[in-house]
């Protein structure tokens, strides 16, 4: 378990999975519009974990993890538009 954490492979696994999601979610019928918007953070999220989990600098952990946040209130504000 620990090199599969140390070498951000989980991080990995966790991505694949989100794409997988996508890939489902497309083939059900969602929009791209909806779908990016969705899942985009999520995916910053753990692309700054896997930063971490590899040690990589403290930019390379954050600017993902702070991009995330702008994408997910755009996606709160679509959502609430929308009801």
Not at 38 to 64: D, E, H, K, N, Y
């Amino acid at each position: 378990m620990d090199a599969l954490f140390s070498s951000g492979y989980a991080a990995d696994i966790v991505l694949a999975a989100l794409l997988i999601e996508a890939i489902w979610l497309r083939w059900r019928g969602w929009s791209v519009g909806d779908l990016l918007p969705m899942l985009l953070p999520a995916a910053l999220i753990v692309v700054g974990l896997r930063a971490a989990l590899t040690g990589a600098a403290w930019w390379w952990i954050s600017a993902p993890i702070a991009l995330s946040f702008p994408v997910h209130i755009a996606d709160v504000i679509r959502r609430g538009r929308k009801l």
